[in-house]
């Protein structure tokens, strides 16, 4: 993860992500019927697939089996060194209803309400430690991100186009852009905090898990609703993922 990512081919099994793509393909259809307009307006994402109101008992288990997994536990180990990891959230990717939509370049850390001097101290610092685990459940384009952004702040050129500024638009092309597509079963692994953008036209189906430092600044965004109970607790193999969010709010 030197560069901020890692791309691992055929992550998990047909065996092992049809039970995951049938919890997502039910837990989309439900957010279609609930969300028809932002859908159709602007919508590229929806979250909280592990939700109690929003997924079965047993379909939550799919998942929180996935999330907790011996598989997982051993990539977070190596990218969580110096702190615990702890589970924040899932999301779900598909491409925009509105084939015309664009792409922007980002970080995630700039949607918080962090100001730019602690943005910037953030990168220095390593800290508010996101990650991204991305699982292709279709072939897709991927993500384009630029390698070692997680740790350094942005060039003029980058700057102006996340932002927007000086006529620049956030889906314009960057300098040293690197293009990652998935197949069905690949995981990328990638920095919150680099910049990065979805590619989307493949009509693509990605399950994002967030995993971040135990760090309260962080988990403050972690919904309790979505963390196992402690009977679940018991048959997931990386259980300190969730303990600590346990007492969240
Ligand atoms: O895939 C996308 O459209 C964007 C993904 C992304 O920006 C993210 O996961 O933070």
Redesign the pocket.
Known sequence: MDQGYKYIPNFLTEDELRDIERVCDTFHSQWLKENEEFYKNRA??SAYLTHSNKCSPQDRMVLFELIGSCKIRDELKSIFIKEDPAFLNT?L?FDPFNKSQE??W?R?IQYTDHSIEEQKLALENSVNNVV?F?LALKNENG?ELIPGSHARWDTDQEFKTRMALDGSKPSDDLENGQKISLNRGDLLI?S?NMI?????GRE?K?L?ILYCERDREILKFANKECMPTKDELNSISFQELFYLNENLG
């Open positions: 590229i994402n999301q990717f792409n922007y980002h995630d991204h991305r993500i990638f919150a990065h953008r979805g590619l989307y693509r990605a994002d």
